[in-house]
């Protein structure tokens, strides 16, 4: 299938702790979700915010089983407005406490990957369990892989070998203060791999103080931003041209003198 990626980000609002105000939030921005698109990518733990500042037990009472409340109203709204939609929550399987990531399609099938790098200088490794495997999804013609904000910072995991993804989602909580390091490593990761990269930041204020400004782009694979913001609303636009990505790749097949293992 040869069929362009019609992308909608929303870099949305977090309440931190309130699922219910912010499930109640995303269900009126999909609302406004153009009817053409293909993919709706949320922020990291959009229905929770990040949890800054909070022992393993207060974070295991947001938690939720991947037959939860959370996506359950997630499958409801891709079926509803006939579109993907991904993001991460607060999951907690025997026991143990993830922050994964999911991949929706409207037709109810499912993928799921946990965070493989924990965010040590906020505690996230005393309360998460890390992944072990990278998330990749085929959909509709496009093979597409994810990661969970610090993940960006690690080449090595994001590293696309022979053109195995042809986009990258990464979904974050990335603070204001470190937000010239978001915004220079997208387009880096997105120049090494030869692939899009799709990057939906939060906005809000966490538990600790730290403000997230929604920093979140389409980069394509020369690095170049290809988003187009809506005026008057947080969401935003790409179209993924599968045309451009094939003739880019084979014009300039840097991929085929990657390192393939280390």
Not at 32 to 38: E, G, L
Not at 94 to 111: H, K, T, V
């Amino acid at each position: 299938m040869n069929k362009d990626l019609n992308v909608c980000l929303v870099p949305m609002q977090i309440d931190w702790d309130d699922k219910q105000s912010n499930i109640q939030r995303l269900e009126k921005i999909m609302d406004q979700v153009h009817p053409d698109t293909d993919l709706v990518i949320l922020p990291e733990t959009f229905s929770t915010g990040f949890p800054v500042g909070k022992d393993k037990e207060a974070v295991r009472v947001l938690a939720e089983r991947n037959t939860g409340a959370t996506i359950d109203k997630i499958k409801e709204l891709a079926a509803r407005h006939h579109t993907a939609i991904a993001g991460s929550f607060i999951a907690d399987t025997g026991g143990s406490l993830y922050n994964r990531a999911f991949f929706i399609e409207p037709s109810g099938d499912e993928y799921f990957e946990d965070k493989r790098h924990l965010f040590t200088m906020a505690g996230e490794d005393k309360i998460f369990s890390r992944g072990y495997s990278r998330m990749g999804v085929r959909f509709r013609g496009w093979n597409i892989a994810m990661v969970i904000c610090y993940d960006i910072r690690f080449p090595i995991w994001c590293r696309n070998r022979l053109n195995e993804y042809d986009a990258l989602i990464v979904v974050a909580n990335w603070p204001l203060v470190r937000v010239d390091a978001w915004n220079k490593l997208l387009p880096a990761r997105a120049i090494e791999n030869l692939s899009y990269i799709c990057a939906v930041n939060c906005m809000g204020t966490d538990n600790k103080g730290f403000v997230y400004d929604g920093s979140s782009a389409v980069i394509d694979f020369k690095g170049k931003n290809v988003s187009v913001p809506v005026e008057n609303s947080n969401l935003i636009y790409a179209r993924l041209c599968r045309q451009k990505l094939d003739d880019f790749r084979a014009k300039f097949p840097a991929w085929r003198d990657a390192d393939l293992e280390m």
